[in-house]
């Protein structure tokens, strides 16, 4: 009798196999369509608080009920950064389990927060492009508008518009211009002369550096001390808490032969730790949105993630007359200084005066 377990038949076996494939491919996907994903999630205590700790978000209005109480929350809320990652890991079995990198995320949008723990996530997602890569034959550039909305009763809780470079089955020739496109754009960089930083966290700390900076050629623009080393947990156990199947999480097996040779961290975690980062110096009253969103290059484990934050403008227009709103661009980096994510973040900060 054949024995299946034997190592040469077994080889046999698998080299004859069929495999049940998972995810679509570029070809799959046509503007317009639309991917109701499977997957839902119960957005607890436990994956709010696991995500919050392990990207060093702190704010106390998250974690205790007398500073939640003080922000006008019923208790401590679902954070928006794990509300938006675990928007996002739900769509990937449908939409890049394949394979591809996700490029980057614009719109990023919380119209029915604050939620809280016990809230479950069903998740719709909207081709809204599909694009040739100019530099790039074997793939293509997808993006998609996705909602997660609250499954009992529908309300969009979260949006945002994600592209990601997804494999075609069947790779095209390109004209190389994106290449080329690049090549020819290198413009000496000019920075400001001067780089000024707040002096504290407060709304009134960035007015008064935005006017300290109003002189020319200064900007107000500053590191933050804290790194995060990337490890197991940050890298495969916070993108599988939620449903991210992407194997670039996970599968060191077929990541060996990937161009980072590695699994590599969740773009939500890396993003969610460099605002951590900027977070734990200012004092944040509530998260507007997030654009232009790009990872510029991959992160895995053992790479340390750090930040850095340009303050863009303000306006006294908040929800509330406790804070003020101000715009940041966040510069994610590692420890050989290469920006790895950036961003545009509005965020309401305290008032020193409340
Ligand atoms: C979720 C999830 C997966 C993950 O979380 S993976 C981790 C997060 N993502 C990454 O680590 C990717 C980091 N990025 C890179 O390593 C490089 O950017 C990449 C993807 C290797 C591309 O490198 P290139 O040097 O080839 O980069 P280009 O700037 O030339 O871009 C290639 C084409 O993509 C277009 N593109 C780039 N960024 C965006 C964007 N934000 N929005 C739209 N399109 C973008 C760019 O224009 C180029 O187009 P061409 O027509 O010229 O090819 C999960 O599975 O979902």
């Known amino acids: 009798m ?47 608080e696991q995500w919050m700790s392990q990207t060093l978000n702190h704010d106390p209005a998250y974690w205790r009920s007398d500073a939640a109480a003080e922000r006008g929350f019923e208790e401590p809320p679902i954070h928006p ?15 890049s389990e394949k394979g591809g990198y996700f490029l980057g995320r614009t719109d990023v949008r919380f119209p ?14 909207e081709v809204v492009n599909c694009a040739t890569s100019s530099s790039r034959p074997e793939y293509g550039i997808v993006s998609w508008r996705t909602r997660g909305k609250d499954a009992e009763t529908g309300d969009v809780l979260c949006s945002y518009e994600r592209t990601n470079m997804i494999p075609r089955r069947d790779p095209v020739a390109t004209d190389g211009s994106g290449a080329a496109a690049a090549e020819g754009d290198e413009d000496e960089p000019e920075l400001p002369d001067e780089f000024i930083a707040p002096e504290g966290g407060y709304y009134e700390d960035f007015v008064e550096a935005l006017e300290r900076a109003d002189e020319e050629n200064t900007a107000v623009a500053y590191r933050h001390e804290r790194g995060r080393t990337q490890d197991d947990v940050t890298v495969a ?4 808490a939620t449903l991210n199947t992407a194997k670039q999480h996970h599968n060191v097996d077929v990541m060996a032969d990937s161009p980072s040779g590695d699994i590599v961290t969740y773009g939500d975690v890396t993003r969610s730790t460099a605002l951590g980062h900027a977070r734990s110096d200012e004092e944040t009253w509530r998260e507007v949105g997030f654009d232009d969103e790009s990872f510029h290059t991959f992160v895995a484990v053992g790479d340390t993630v750090y ?48």
Do not use: M
């Open 307 to 354: 930040a850095f934050t340009r303050v863009l403008e303000v306006e006294d227009d908040a929800a509330s007359d406790a804070a003020g709103t101000v715009r940041f661009q966040h510069i994610a980096f590692n420890q050989d200084d290469e920006p790895v994510y950036s961003g545009t973040r509005t965020a309401e900060i305290q008032k020193r005066s409340k």
């Open 237 to 240: 156990s916070l993108p599988l």
């Open 81 to 95: 950064d794990y509300l938006t990652a675990a928007t996002l890991g739900i769509t990937v079995e449908d939409l």
């Open 2 to 48: 054949t024995e299946w377990t034997d190592p040469d038949t077994f080889a046999q076996a698998l080299e004859r196999a069929e495999t049940k494939e998972k995810g679509n491919c570029f070809e799959d996907f046509a503007e317009g369509d639309l991917v109701e994903h499977d997957p839902g999630l119960s957005l607890t205590e436990w994956g709010n």
């Open 112 to 125: 029915g927060t604050p939620i809280y723990a016990g809230t479950e996530l069903h998740v719709e997602s």
